[in-house]
Structure formats: C-alpha cells, structure tokens
C-alpha cells in the first residue's frame, strides 16, 4: 500500500515537472530534445521520497521576458571642409599735398591779334580801330568799412561798340568806343570806354594839321562777389574827364608797346583806380572800311627803349670786331713763325 502511494507520488512529481518546464522549453526556441531529456532525467534524481504526510504544491507559470532587440544606429561622422581664407593685399594710395601758390597780380595780357573797331552803319567806314591789353587796380569798400584792391583784367574776348558821330547834334568831332565783357558770374557787363576829341580847323588850316586826341576814359563795373569779395555795393564808377592823352595827327595811329598806367577818379570815394594799358594803338576819326592802322606814332617810352638799343647793338659791333682783328692777329704771327722754322 505504501509502495502504491510513492509511485503515485511520482507520478504527480513528473507531471507537475512537465508543467513547469513546457513553458520554458517553448520560450527557448533554440533548446535541443537532448537538453529536455537530460533535464527532466536530472529532475528525477534529485527527488527524494519524503515519508511526511503530502503537501499540497502549487504550481508557479513563469512569464519569460522577452527582450526586444535594440537596433544601434551608426553615426556617420562626415568630413569637414575648411574653406581656407584668401588674403588680399591693401593697397596704400598715396596722398598727394598740393603746394600752395600765391596769386600774383595779373599784368597786361598780351592782345590776341583782333582789332576792336566802330564801324558806321551808314557809310560803312572803320571809324575808329583799338588794340590793347589792359588791367585794372580798383579799391573798393568791404561790408566792415575797410578799403581792400580789386585786380581786373580785360580779356581778349570783350566785343566793342560804338559812335561815329557823338550826341544829340551830330557833333562831328567826337567818337567813342566802349570794350564790354562779363563780370564773374553775372551776366551784367563791364565797361571800359575812350572817347576822342579831334581839335576844330579853320578854313585856312589844312587837315593835316588837326589833331586827335584822347579825351576821356569811363570805367563801369559790377561788383561781383568772385572779384569783389564783402563787397558794400553793386556798381563801381570810376572816369578821367577832359584830358589830351595820346595826341597824334589826323590819319596817323598811337602805338605804345610799354606800359603806360593812368589814374582814374573814382565817384563818391575820393580814392583813385589805376588801369594798366600795354600794347596799345588806337586810332579815330579813320576814313576807312577796312581795319588796318595808318602810319604809328611810337609813344615817348617805345622812343627811350628804341634809343637804348641802338648804342648797346653799336657796342656789340666793335667788340665783335676787334675780337675777329685779334684771332686773325694771331693766326697770320702763328703760320709766319712755321715759315721760319721750315726755312732754318
């Protein structure tokens, strides 16, 4: 009966063995039959027959984890580019300094070739022919109260107009001319204007003997900021009035290359304005159409050069001379003393 009661007791054994191995074996899918079979054979020898009274066995199921595979993502490492910098060389420009120049006073301009000429519409004579160069020193009062010098110069470009026949009376002895240019950057012009005087004949005198003369000379100019800089006013006058300048004969022409300078009064001030003339000749009361001088009358400063000249020319004559005299000397004693060698 006991034998009975162990063999069932084994047999409880194996099957509950069974139980608890099944699910295990299935969770390992990799697990050989050999392995089960030594396994359970392994169980059965380890078991033991208690003589106590039977226990009651509960049965555990064991849940296998299972592990999901975890997927290692490999880092691409990518390579990187170092853009090499570009140094570009600095060019250094130069500073160039400037010398600073002082601004001489202008003198005359030499004329350019053209004649300023008055030409009388009616008869279509050149009245009047005029060639010069001119500059002109004119004071002027500043906005503060100070007196400070203009320099002007006329320029060769200035166009002319005139009379031939003077005043309300048809006063045939009088002529003018009038030189206008634009005055810096306003449009009004200056004026510079010579008025000739021819004197009155008698019946008994001959026309050779008239002479003409200048008379008068007018200054007009504006007052522009360029050439009058603070200026207190617009317009500046300045005149010489009955005077007898530059007095030749009748179809005969002034004519004076040096610098001659003449005064003028200036209107209002009591000061005086200098113009500077070179190069001049002038010639009025022509019977002409065309625009050629007569026969020149050279001013007493072209007469004191001229008579300069002369004796400095005769001097460089006779030196020149005497130094021709002395090398020919001196060659002829030379060439005499070989002729005497050779006949010894």
Known sequence: ???????????????????????????????????????????????????????????????PSTSSPTTVTPS??????????TTYPTTVTPSTIYPT????????????????VVVDEETNITCIVVKLSATILIPYKTISGNVENATIAMPSNATSNGTCNFGFLDDLNTQEISLQWNSGKSSIPNVLTYVFHKNISSGNESAAEE?????????????????????????????????????VAVNNSYRCNSQESIELNVQKSGNSA???????????????????????????????????????????????????????YLIGRRRARQRGYQSV
Not at 22 to 38: K, Q, R
Not at 76 to 85: G, L
Request: with cysteine; proline share 8%; charged share 10%.
């Open 211 to 247: 002479q003409v003369f200048l008379s008068d000379i007018k200054l007009q100019l504006y007052q522009d900021s360029v050439n009058f800089p603070n200026a207190s006013g617009e317009y500046f006058y300045a005149e010489r009035l009955n005077s007898n300048l530059h007095s």
């Open 101 to 116: 120049t002082s601004t001489p006073k202008p003198n005359p301009p030499h004329p350019s070739g053209m004649n300023w």
């Open 274 to 328: 200098t113009i500077h003339m070179a190069h001049l000749q002038m010639e009025a009361f022509r019977t002409s159409v065309n625009d050629k001088f007569s026969t020149a009358i050279d001013c007493p400063a072209d007469k004191v050069v001229t008579s300069d000249i002369v004796p400095i020319a005769v001097g460089c004559a006779l030196a020149a001379l005497v130094v021709v005299v002395l090398v020919a």
């Open 76 to 85: 691409t490492t990518y390579p990187t580019t170092v853009t090499p910098s």
């Open 1 to 63: 009966m006991h034998s009975k009661r162990m063999i069932y007791l084994l047999l409880i054994c194996i099957c509950s063995g069974n139980a608890l191995v099944d699910p295990i074996l299935s969770a390992l899918p990799d697990m050989s039959t050999l392995e089960t079979s030594t396994y359970e054979s392994s169980t059965l020898e380890t078991i033991i027959p208690s003589t106590s009274s039977p226990s009651t066995i509960t049965t555990t199921t064991l849940t």
